[in-house]
């Protein structure tokens, strides 16, 4: 059973940066994909970056293309997620994912091919 635990969350003006941080409790060499979600008060969870963990292949929202950044520190069995040129709409609490399986590119954002969650850490974005 993996356990995954947020990290980075807070308060930042528009335009600013965050770095959230997933640790995982085991190796992430047994996890085949790990994502970040985000979910706002009576909005679906919706996908924002993924990463293949041996490949290296990493999926973006277009919503955050060219603003966030994911990646992996293997040595450590962290998941990052970078964040810049932040705006309010990207207000939300986000929540690392990650899954024992190949996922296809085609459903790279489906909640359901996730079996492992974290609780999440809020990120509040204001103008």
């Known amino acids: 059973q993996v356990q995954l635990v947020e990290s980075g969350g807070g308060s930042v003006q528009a335009g600013g940066s965050l770095r959230l941080s997933c640790a995982a409790s085991?190796?992430?060499?047994?996890?085949?994909?790990m994502s970040w979600f985000r979910q706002t008060p009576g909005k679906e969870r919706e996908g924002v970056a993924a990463?293949?963990?041996?490949?290296?292949?990493?999926y973006y929202a277009d919503s955050v293309k060219g603003r966030f950044t994911i990646s992996q520190d293997s040595a450590k069995n962290t998941l990052h997620l970078q964040m810049n040129s932040l705006k309010p709409e990207d207000t939300a609490m986000y929540y690392c994912?990650?899954?024992?399986?190949?996922?296809?590119?085609?459903?790279?954002?489906?909640?359901?091919?996730?079996?492992?969650w974290g609780q999440g850490t809020q990120v509040t974005v204001s103008s």
């Open positions: 994912a990650a899954t024992n399986w190949g996922v296809p590119a085609s459903s790279i954002f489906s909640e359901w091919r996730y079996n492992y």
């Open positions: 085991e190796a992430i060499y047994n996890i085949r994909v």
């Open positions: 990463i293949g963990i041996t490949s290296g292949n990493t």
